[in-house]
């Protein structure tokens, strides 16, 4: 299962929040994704199945190694993908924070995170908690979300996008990065992480969001 805690800037009114930040629409973008993160990464078998060591070969699991959880015990995890993501019987749940901004304090923060003197749509801050201190909680904290609705409305609208989907997307790629997945390396990494990101937003009912590039 999937903790979620949502959060906002008071400049960002109460109407946006109901409209688009609702927390049982988030929760099931980002239970969607997480689920089938887990679904490509682990082997499908039958959740009543014992646990078996990981194959290194494994489609996507090195995106899940590296650089922020080097020891995690992925197979604590359902693999069942019917179950996008539940866990089994005491095994922990991931918690995110999702932190909804304007576009002054998203300047900010781009710039203080990035160095980029611009407001962004999304920044990913990945737990820095020690792997032992992570191991001792009931959640495994996979970090912080910080979208600026203002950059959101702004781009869905260029796009020709719903503010909703154009979300999501979002949603979904800045969950990726703090699993590890980033296409900044180079072109391999960019398009493993968009086919998973294609792969997550299908199952969601957006629309491809790379087709026109």
């Not at 409209?19 to 997480?34: D, F, G, L, N, S």
């Not at 997945?181 to 493993?192: A, C, R, S």
Request: hydrophobic share 35%; proline share 6%.
């Amino acid at each position: 299962m999937v903790n979620l805690s949502v959060h906002s800037s008071d400049l960002v009114s109460q109407e946006v929040l109901t409209r688009h930040y609702a927390i049982e629409r988030i929760t099931h973008v980002v239970q969607t994704a997480w689920g089938h993160v887990l679904s490509s990464v682990l082997p499908c078998v039958p959740s009543d199945a014992p646990l078996t060591p990981l194959p290194t070969d494994t489609k996507h699991l090195s995106a899940l190694k590296l650089p922020y959880y080097p020891t995690i015990r992925w197979d604590k995890f359902v693999r069942d993908d019917e179950k996008l993501g539940h866990q089994k019987h005491g095994d922990k749940q991931i918690a995110i924070d999702l932190y909804i901004t304007d576009f002054n304090e998203a300047r900010e923060l781009n710039q203080k995170s990035r160095g980029k003197d611009y407001p962004t749509n999304i920044l990913s801050y990945p737990s820095d908690l020690p792997q032992a201190v992570q191991e001792l909680m009931e959640e495994l904290p996979l970090g912080e979300l910080v979208v600026c609705h203002d950059v959101i409305d702004r781009q869905a609208q260029e796009q020709g996008k719903t503010v909703d989907d154009h979300l999501t997307h979002l949603l979904v790629h800045g969950l990726l990065h703090l699993l590890g997945f980033d296409h900044e390396l180079g072109q391999y990494e960019q398009e493993q992480m968009e086919s998973l990101e294609i792969e997550i937003l299908a199952r969601l009912n957006v629309t491809n969001p790379y087709e026109s590039d």
